[in-house]
């Protein structure tokens, strides 16, 4: 079966794609990607949705490594706001 792998920083990804036996977990195939020592991974997704990485993939899953957070984005949005409140106006 193909699965696609992802892993992102904040101006470049990374993506590969995998042909792995039925049954593969998404450890296995962070394993097959040598990516399963990645220490800055938090936790997996497949197609956005949180799991495990004992998870069974299935075929055409894209699995996507998850960092944390650099910001609150509610606290980001707010920082914007209040700095296009403060710009003069046209």
């Known amino acids: 079966m193909k699965v696609e792998l992802v ?3 904040p101006r470049r990804y990374e993506r590969v794609e995998l042909e792995l036996p039925e049954g593969t977990t998404v450890r296995e ?10 220490p800055q991974a938090v936790a997996y997704a497949v ?7 004992s998870a ?11 960092r ?19 710009l003069p106006k046209k």
Not at 56 to 66: C, F, H, Y
């Open 7 to 9: 892993r992102a920083w």
């Open 29 to 38: 195939a962070l394993d097959a990607a040598a990516w399963g020592d990645d």
């Open 56 to 66: 069974i993939l299935r075929e055409g899953d894209r699995v996507e490594l998850l």
């Open 68 to 86: 944390p957070l650099l910001a609150d984005p509610k606290d980001a949005r707010r920082q914007r706001v209040e700095e296009r409140r403060r």
């Open 47 to 53: 197609f956005g949705q949180r799991t495990e990485g």
